[in-house]
Nanobody
Framework: QVQLVESGGGSVQAGGSLRLSCAAS????????MGWFRQAPGKEREFVAA????????RYADSLKGRFTISRDNAKNTVHLQMNSLKPEDTAVYYC???????????????WGQGTQVTVSS
């Protein structure tokens, strides 16, 4: 079966950096667009970043441009999210997702990981 496993979350002070990784198995990874989403307590899941199957196209939430970078390694079936200049408002559970369509909409993704917690303290 398809599995997406996130790692790299943790606690960091404001201004710090974290690199999230998502390891995929059970699917033809290079055929799937991948996305990162996040959900803070009491809030809806929101789009963070997406990358097309080849890596040629990327998209970011407007509020995150310049601080976050999404990348993928199709040879290793992994997708990464480099997060710099972290702010307390970035605190959330971060999820990776895989879908055939390149999209910012959660409902268009077919597979989801279990999430990894990111906590940014001031």
């Amino acid at each position: 079966q398809v599995q997406l496993v996130e790692s790299g979350g943790g606690s960091v002070q404001a201004g710090g950096s974290l690199r999230l990784s998502c390891a995929a198995s059970g699917l033809t990874f290079s055929s799937y667009s991948m996305g990162w989403f996040r959900q803070a307590p009491g809030k809806e899941r929101e789009f963070v970043a997406a990358i097309s199957w080849s890596g040629a196209n990327t998209r970011y939430a407007d509020s995150l441009k310049g601080r976050f970078t999404i990348s993928r390694d199709n040879a290793k079936n992994t997708v990464h999210l480099q997060m710099n200049s972290l702010k307390p408002e970035d605190t959330a559970v971060y999820y990776c997702a895989g879908g055939i369509r390149f999209s910012t909409i959660p409902g268009r993704y077919d597979y989801w990981g279990q999430g990894t917690q990111v906590t940014v303290s001031s």
